[in-house]
């Protein structure tokens, strides 16, 4: 990133005046999305794991497939670390909350960004952060395409495994088949 352009990674539902601003400031828009189950199992590491929100609180105690199901279908309001109160959505509605950005944004599968690393394939992720970076209008050059591949893998405080598939160890297929009725 150089002198004057700016990235910006978050969790963030559609909002029509961040569109504006960000359309105002010439931002590229690139949505990254993953599989439900992926998010799913993630999530209940993350809750489970976090033990200044009070969500992990709501699903102590719980046997691992309730844990999903709760996860899938959402929680009560809690208190998050910021200090703020508020429900964990459901799949459903976290999935509807970002819909909006679609028509707006390049929007790119995590499980091909992964790579080798994350077992993946390293051609389709050759191709995607191509396709990302000529998004942004960056430099597409082969050389950057592997070193932006390169560091990818890993990188965020979130980061648990990352491996493509792996939440289907973690899920039961009736939990499997509650999450397909869900989304």
Same mark, same amino acid.
């Given at each position: /990133?150089?002198?004057?352009?700016?990235?910006?990674?978050?969790?963030?539902?559609?909002?029509?005046?961040?569109?504006?601003?960000? $359309?105002?400031?010439?931002?590229?828009?690139?949505?990254? *999305?993953?599989?439900?189950?992926?998010?799913?199992? =993630?999530?209940?590491?993350?809750?489970?794991?976090?033990?200044?929100?009070?969500?992990?609180?709501?699903?102590?105690?719980?046997?691992?497939?309730? *844990?999903?199901?709760?996860? /899938?279908?959402?929680?009560?309001?809690?208190?998050?670390? =910021?200090?703020?109160?508020?429900?964990? @959505?459901? /799949?459903?509605?976290?999935?509807?909350? *970002?819909?909006?950005?679609?028509?707006?944004?390049?929007?790119?599968?995590?499980?091909?960004?992964?790579?080798?690393?994350?077992?993946?394939?390293?051609?389709?992720?050759? $191709?995607?952060?191509?396709?990302?970076?000529?998004?942004?209008?960056?430099?597409?050059?082969?050389?950057? *395409?592997?070193?932006?591949?390169?560091?990818?893998?890993?990188?965020? !405080?979130? @980061?648990?495994?990352?491996?493509?598939? =792996?939440? $289907?160890?973690?899920?039961?297929?009736?939990?499997?088949?509650?999450?397909? !009725?869900?989304?």
């Amino acid at each position: /990133i150089g002198p004057g352009e700016y990235l910006a990674c978050a969790h963030l539902p559609y909002n029509s005046r961040l569109l504006s601003l960000l $359309r105002a400031r010439e931002f590229r828009l690139v949505l990254t *999305v993953r599989h439900p189950g992926a998010v799913v199992v =993630s999530a209940a590491h993350y809750l489970l794991g976090d033990p200044t929100c009070t969500c992990a609180e709501a699903l102590s105690g719980l046997e691992w497939p309730e *844990v999903l199901r709760r996860v /899938i279908h959402g929680l009560p309001p809690a208190v998050w670390p =910021s200090g703020r109160v508020a429900p964990w @959505f459901g /799949i459903r509605e976290q999935y509807a909350a *970002v819909a909006g950005w679609l028509p707006h944004a390049l929007t790119v599968r995590y499980e091909d960004l992964v790579g080798p690393q994350g077992g993946g394939s390293e051609a389709l992720q050759a $191709r995607v952060v191509r396709k990302v970076l000529e998004w942004v209008g960056a430099d597409a050059g082969a050389e950057q *395409v592997r070193a932006v591949a390169a560091n990818l893998y890993g990188w965020t !405080r979130t @980061f648990r495994r990352g491996q493509v598939g =792996s939440w $289907r160890e973690e899920m039961s297929p009736d939990v499997q088949a509650e999450l397909d !009725r869900a989304v």
